[in-house]
């Protein structure tokens, strides 16, 4: 299967502990995305790579959140100190950025995401 | 920023029925408009777009229609089965993008 893969699939944990999150990319893409979406809402956006640099962050991202992209490929999003608030479905895309072409879009393909559980 | 109205928030239809689900957005730069489906424990999944210089697009049960002076777009499912059971997002965009921006969506029920 190529296409983007996210472990764990379900996560639980209790309030106040640390989790960590993986996204590996389709393997040519260089852009790396992340969402957050809570029942009944679509994803929100929350930060992404473009290579290793991270380019952007929403202002959804608190100082509890930290995405990291060592290498240009696989991506790691770990929160701290996990809130209840914190509850969601987590999903990573990909991208090729074809910017450079006029005209062009760069489609996002969407990993199946964690779901995180705080208690 | 852009602002993204979906209508309905919710449908209901009968296995073989036509769905359609209206999006009306305000950023008169927008000239790209993908539709994503996504189906529950999945992540969205882009089934149809279409750029600011065509009305239509089909591909097979499903279309979508631009009307760019008026700013709205709509997506056709003809024939509906229960594995279009999903929720759709319409994503308005210029092609220049950084990320993606979702409103809540459209969630679709096809009754067996």
């Known amino acids: 299967d190529t296409g983007v893969s996210q472990n764990p699939r379900h996560k639980i944990t209790k309030r106040g502990q640390n989790v960590t999150f993986r996204c590996d990319p389709i393997?040519?893409?260089?852009?790396l995305y992340w969402y957050r979406q809570t029942l009944g809402q679509g994803p929100e956006f929350l930060t992404y790579f473009q290579n290793e640099a991270q380019l952007e962050k929403s202002r959804l991202l608190s100082d509890r959140f930290s995405a990291e992209r060592p290498k240009g490929s696989f991506s790691t999003l770990e929160i701290q100190r996990t809130e209840q608030g914190d509850s969601a479905m987590y999903l990573c895309?990909?991208?090729?950025?074809?910017?450079?072409?006029?005209?062009?879009?760069?489609?996002?393909?969407f990993g199946p995401g964690t779901r995180l559980t705080v208690l | 920023g852009e602002n993204v109205e979906q209508h309905p928030s919710t449908l209901s239809v009968q296995e073989g029925d036509s769905a359609v689900i209206k999006c009306t957005y305000s950023?008169?730069?927008?000239?790209?408009f993908p539709w994503y489906k996504q189906e529950l424990g999945k992540g969205p999944q882009l089934i149809i777009d279409i750029r600011s210089n065509v009305g239509e697009k089909k591909d097979q049960r499903i279309a979508v229609t631009l009307n760019k002076t008026a700013k709205h777009f709509s997506l056709h499912i003809t024939e509906t089965q229960p594995e279009d059971s999903a929720v759709y997002f319409c994503v308005p965009l210029e092609t220049s993008y950084d990320k993606v921006i979702f409103g809540p969506g459209t969630s679709l029920s096809v009754i067996p």
């Open positions: 393997s040519e893409h260089n852009r």
């Open positions: 895309a990909s991208s090729f950025d074809r910017t450079y072409q006029l005209d062009s879009y760069n489609e996002q393909f």
């Open positions: 950023d008169s730069a927008s000239n790209y």
